[in-house]
Nanobody
Framework: QVQLVESGGGLVQYGGSLRLSCAAS????????MAWFRQAPGKEREFVVG???????NYADSVKGRFTGSRDNAKNMVYLQMNSLKPEDTAVYYCAARRFGSTGLPDYWGQGTQVTVSS
């Protein structure tokens, strides 16, 4: 079982930056594939970035070059650095974890943190 707690959301102006953090519980954190998802009002939840056990990342096209996902296995932390923010990035951002060997959607989700980008 993994518990995930996000922080760092808030209100930012167009072109600004925010850094989201996700604190994970559990002794096997380093074995999980981590990810960030987001959900805007009236839209489906969408993938933002995946971070595998070794820190290798893959990004949604909409955030490539602007967002950077990372993890610190020693601290059980996951991060999302968001630069050049746009109003369309406004959403609730969720940290998620998938067990080693599992496929498909993540097995665990955080409660989410709101990011609002004003134009």
């Amino acid at each position: 079982q993994v518990q995930l707690v996000e922080s760092g959301g808030g209100l930012v102006q167009y072109g600004g930056s925010l850094r989201l953090s996700c604190a994970a519980s559990g002794r096997t954190f380093s074995s999980y594939t981590m990810a960030w998802f987001r959900q805007a009002p009236g839209k489906e939840r969408e993938f933002v970035v995946g971070i595998n056990r070794n820190g290798i990342t893959n990004y949604a096209d909409s955030v490539k070059g602007r967002f950077t996902g990372s993890r610190d296995n020693a601290k059980n932390m996951v991060y999302l650095q968001m630069n050049s923010l746009k109003p369309e990035d406004t959403a609730v951002y969720y940290c998620a974890a998938r067990r080693f060997g599992s496929t498909g959607l993540p097995d665990y989700w955080g409660q989410g943190t709101q990011v609002t980008v004003s134009s």
